[in-house]
């Protein structure tokens, strides 16, 4: 019988397991047992807590989507101004843990499964739909509200392609870069608004 407050001890330890085996193997190689080896937890505990494979690939999905928000709610609490709430969001996006190289081939691998997975789908759709909102709510407030989606969606595309570039140069772009980048396009397109 497990001890009583291990599940969630042993679900964190099993999705970190899991970002790790994804980064090490690639998710087509990654098994229930390299996954419980690397968490030192026999397999059928996977199972115990999540069902399946797939379910613990989901489960992890969410969990750096649900670190990914936790970043997003605090930079918008302490935003004051509708630029710094358009940062705040753009800076989330390259938080700590969630832009190491681990988790970024993990988004990699997850993104690749999106079009294959209905739960991954829906987790991507949930995301890129609050992303996008907070953008576009956040720019309106600086550029007329046609324009303003059209930022968000430039700014969304960028912030993909850095993940990518990083997931595919194995880190050759860290967090401060990332973040460099998106406040200088940011930029350019308020001044072009601006100008226009």
């Given at each position: ?14 999705i970190e397991a ?15 047992k390299q996954i ?161």
């Amino acid at each position: 019988m497990p001890k009583v407050g291990m599940q969630p001890i042993r679900r964190r330890q099993l999705i970190e397991a899991t970002i790790a085996s994804i980064h090490a193997r690639g998710l087509a190689d990654t098994t229930v047992k390299q996954i419980g080896q690397a968490a030192s937890i026999s397999p059928g505990i996977i199972h115990h807590y999540f069902g399946s494979k797939d379910e613990l690939l989901v489960a992890t999905m969410r969990s750096l989507l649900e670190e990914l928000r936790t970043h997003a709610v605090a930079g918008l609490a302490a935003a004051r101004t509708p630029r710094e709430r358009a940062e705040a969001i753009l800076d989330a996006n390259f938080s700590l843990a969630g832009f190491e190289q681990p988790a970024v081939t993990a988004w990699l691998a997850f993104w690749a499964e999106v079009r294959h997975e209905p739960k991954l789908m829906r987790l991507q759709t949930i995301n890129s739909r609050r992303l996008e909102s907070n953008l576009v709510h956040a720019l309106a407030q600086i550029v007329p509200r046609d324009r303003a989606r059209t930022v968000a969606v430039g700014l969304m595309a960028l912030m993909d392609g850095l993940w990518l570039k990083c997931a595919l140069t194995g880190g050759g772009l860290d967090q401060a870069e990332a973040r460099a980048i998106t406040h200088d396009y940011l930029n350019a397109l308020l001044a072009m608004e601006k100008a226009a």
